[in-house]
């Protein structure tokens, strides 16, 4: 799993969240012997959320079919405007 380094943005002006976008690469090797392998990825937050002034930590979980988890975490700061 490829997650992002740490995230710094700015809020617009007068407003106390900002729109944060993000992009996270998941791959498997179970792929190559079932191409229908399913990989469920979750998230605490969503890319494209709007996010507080502040920091907020996220966590990302990557399960594949046979159980193997991989998870990675990364902080999103937004500066106030």
């Known amino acids: 799993m490829s997650c992002p380094y740490n995230i710094h943005t700015t809020s617009t002006k007068g407003k ?3 729109k944060v976008l993000w992009s ?3 791959t498997d090797n179970s792929v190559e012997v079932d191409p229908n392998a399913v990989i469920r990825v979750r998230s605490s937050h969503e890319s494209g959320q709007e996010l507080p002034i502040g920091d ?3 966590r990302v979980n990557a399960t594949d ?3 193997n988890t991989e998870t990675c975490v990364f902080n ?3 500066k106030g405007n």
Do not use: F
């Open 16 to 18: 106390a969240t900002a």
């Open 24 to 26: 996270i690469q998941v």
């Open 56 to 58: 907020t930590l996220i």
């Open 65 to 67: 079919e046979t159980g």
């Open 76 to 78: 999103v700061h937004v």
